[in-house]
């Protein structure tokens, strides 16, 4: 299934400004994480929303989900260039220590 | 911070060849996990570990891999007869508890190339 696609799939705005990331997905998940990943490099974790939650916040970044939408987002603020790198949303859909599905990703690049 | 590592970082391989990717866990973790990541493209899950058995496997999890934790630290990833789109970057995963309110952690990954 393509669960966890996330749109746009790449994404250039100036140091400062804001991005937003999207991700749908199509069957009954039990959390949705977000992670990040620099060119080539390792996953990194960044927040875990659980489905009986709407809206998670840490430090600059902010996730919300609509479960009835099969959809969430991952908001950004004060972008820095240093926050260029690709994110991925997954989705855990049992709890039973199952697998993350992911999406393809979407590429931010922000400019200084 | 306790964190999962991986190595080697990196392998170049010829094609037909076995390759032994490994992972270290981090220590109080019960479930364990490998994806790849082919170049450009997203990560794919591969095989799920808990309790010294498999507990899930994708259908990329043929006949050629397989998985083992010898000795309680470490869990490798052995590709038996290396093909050329086995060429990928292979992310090992550990998790504390099932339940889903912890994340799955990842290694830096192991860049494979099969040539």
């Known amino acids: 299934s393509q669960q966890g696609e996330e749109d746009p799939q790449a994404l250039s705005i100036q140091e400062g400004e804001n991005a937003t990331m999207n991700c749908s997905y199509k069957?009954?998940?039990?959390?949705l994480q977000w992670y990040r990943q620099n060119s080539g490099r390792g996953l990194v974790h960044l927040i875990l929303?659980?489905?009986?939650?709407r809206e998670k916040h840490s430090g600059r970044l902010r996730v919300t989900l609509d479960t009835s939408k099969k959809s969430s987002s991952l908001l950004i603020t004060a972008s820095r260039a240093a926050d260029t790198a690709s994110y991925f949303c997954?989705?855990?859909?049992?709890?039973?220590?199952?697998?993350?599905?992911f999406g393809q990703g979407t590429e931010l690049s922000v400019k200084p | 911070e306790p964190e999962v590592t991986q190595t080697p970082s990196h392998q170049v391989t010829q094609m037909g060849q076995e390759v032994i990717l490994r992972c270290v866990p981090i220590?109080?973790?019960?479930?364990f996990y490998w994806y790849r990541q082919i170049l450009g493209q997203k990560v794919e899950f591969l095989v799920s570990f808990y309790n010294n058995e498999i507990s899930e496997k994708s259908e990329i999890f043929d006949d050629q891999f397989s998985v083992e934790r010898p000795d309680g630290s470490n869990f490798t990833l052995k590709i038996r007869s290396t093909k050329l789109e086995d060429s990928a970057m292979y992310f090992c995963?550990?998790?504390?508890?099932?339940?889903?309110?912890?994340?799955?952690?990842f290694g830096p990954g192991t860049r494979l190339l099969v040539l």
């Open positions: 069957t009954s998940i039990n959390n």
């Open positions: 995963a550990s998790l504390r508890a099932s339940g889903g309110q912890e994340t799955q952690y």
């Open positions: 220590s109080n973790h019960l479930y």
């Open positions: 929303i659980r489905s009986n939650e």
């Open positions: 997954a989705t855990l859909e049992d709890n039973q220590g199952g697998k993350l599905i």
